[in-house]
C-alpha cells in the first residue's frame, strides 16, 4: 500500500464500512450506532428519544383516564352509599327472618303468619250476661294462654280453640283488671307451639306489624299494618262481663282515648295503660290476640279497637285504629297472673 493510500485510510472516517463492506460483512445502517468503534454517528442516540416520546405522549391520556375513573368511582360510590342509606330501613322492615322458621328466606307476613299462627288460640266465654269471644296467645306448651282481661271477667266457663280446630275446656288462672290482662289454662293438652315474645321497647313507629286473632269469631284471621304512635293513653272499664251481650256473639269492647268514649260506656271502674297504636285491620274478637313483628315475636296484646257504627246492628268494619297492651307489661306481669292475678 503505497503512502496516499494509508493517508486515505487514516483521514476518511466512511473507510472502514466500505472495507468491511467489501471484504463480505453484513453491511449496517448508516443509523445505527457501531459499539466496538465508540463514536456513533450523530444520530445515532435518535432512537432511544424516540421510544421514549411513546409513553410520554400516552401518560397524559393514561391519567386523565385514571382521573376519570377514580372521580366516578368516588362519584358511584357515594351514590351506592346514599342509596344504602334511602333503602335500607324498608329492607329491613320486610326481610327479617322469622323466629321459627328453618329457611333464611323466610320472610314477610305469610311466613309471620305461618309460624305464629298455631301459638295463637279463640276463646269463648260464657257468663250470666252471655257468651263473649275473643283471642289469646299460647305462652307455655302445657298451656298457659293470655288474653285480656276484659275476655274472660267475670266468666262461668271457657272453651279454648287451637288453629287445628281442636277445642277444650279453660279455666281462668288469674285476672289483673288494672292492666287488662288475664291467664286461662287449656285443660288436657302438651306440647303446644309457643310463642316467642318480644321487647316492646325496641318497637318503633313506622315498624311492619302483624294481627292474629280470631275476629267475629273468624279464628286465625291475619292482617297487617304498621306501628302508628307509641304510649297512648287507653281507658278501658274494670267491671266484669264488660263487653258480654245477651243472646250471644263476639262483644265490642268500650274504651276512651284521646277524650272520647268508643264502643259503648266503660262504666264507673276503669283503668288507664300506655297503648302500642297500629293501623291493622283488628275487629271485635281481636281482643287478647297478638301483635307480632316481622321477627315473627309477640310485641303486643291486642286490647281495643274502633270501628265506627254504620248500621243498625251498630258494628261496622275496622278503621285502622286500634291498641295493644305492651309485651313487657305482659313479661312483667306473668308471676302475679299465675298467682291468681292482682283481683284475687
Known amino acids: 500500500m503505497n503512502e496516499d493510500a494509508r493517508r486515505n485510510d487514516a483521514h476518511d472516517p466512511q473507510q472502514p464500512q466500505q472495507s468491511h463492506g467489501a471484504g463480505g460483512y453484513p453491511p449496517r445502517p448508516p443509523y445505527e450506532p457501531h459499539p466496538p468503534y465508540g463514536h456513533p454517528a450523530p444520530y445515532a442516540s435518535h432512537p432511544q428519544p424516540a421510544a421514549q416520546a411513546q409513553p410520554r405522549t400516552r401518560r397524559p391520556v393514561a391519567l386523565v383516564a385514571s382521573v376519570a375513573l377514580v372521580s366516578a368511582l368516588i362519584g358511584g360510590g357515594t351514590a351506592a352509599l346514599v342509596g344504602r342509606a334511602t333503602t335500607a330501613p324498608a329492607a329491613a322492615g320486610t326481610s327479617t327472618k322469622v323466629i321459627g322458621t328453618s329457611s333464611s328466606g323466610d320472610t314477610g307476613v305469610a311466613a309471620v303468619a305461618a309460624a305464629v299462627s298455631p301459638s295463637i288460640v279463640e276463646i269463648s266465654a260464657t257468663s250470666g250476661a252471655g257468651e263473649s269471644t275473643g283471642s289469646g296467645v299460647v305462652v307455655t306448651g302445657d298451656g298457659e294462654i293470655v288474653t285480656n282481661n276484659h275476655v274472660v271477667s267475670g266468666a262461668g266457663s271457657v272453651k279454648v280453640t287451637f288453629s287445628s280446630g281442636k277445642t277444650v275446656t279453660g279455666s281462668v288462672v288469674g285476672t289483673d283488671g288494672g292492666k287488662d290482662l288475664a291467664l286461662v289454662k287449656a285443660e288436657g293438652v302438651s306440647g303446644l307451639p309457643v310463642a316467642s315474645l318480644g321487647d316492646s321497647s325496641r318497637v318503633t313507629v313506622g315498624d311492619q306489624v302483624v294481627a292474629i286473632g280470631s ?78 313483628n316481622m321477627s315473627g315475636e309477640i310485641i303486643g296484646i291486642n286490647s281495643a279497637m274502633y270501628s265506627a257504627a254504620s248500621s243498625s246492628s251498630g258494628q261496622a268494619g275496622s278503621v285502622g285504629l286500634g291498641f295493644a297492651i305492651p309485651v313487657n307489661t305482659l313479661k312483667a306481669d306473668l308471676d302475679t297472673l299465675r298467682n291468681g292475678g292482682s283481683d284475687s
Open 215 to 292: 275476629p267475629e269469631g273468624l279464628t286465625g284471621t291475619v292482617t297487617s299494618g304498621i306501628v302508628s304512635a307509641l304510649d297512648r293513653d287507653v281507658t278501658v272499664s274494670t267491671g266484669q262481663s264488660q263487653g258480654q251481650r245477651p243472646g250471644g256473639g263476639p262483644g265490642r269492647w268500650p274504651f276512651e282515648f284521646g277524650g272520647g268514649q268508643y264502643n259503648g260506656d266503660v262504666g264507673s271502674s276503669t283503668t288507664t295503660y300506655k297503648a302500642i297504636q297500629t293501623d291493622a285491620s283488628l275487629n271485635p274478637g281481636n281482643s287478647g290476640g297478638a301483635l307480632i
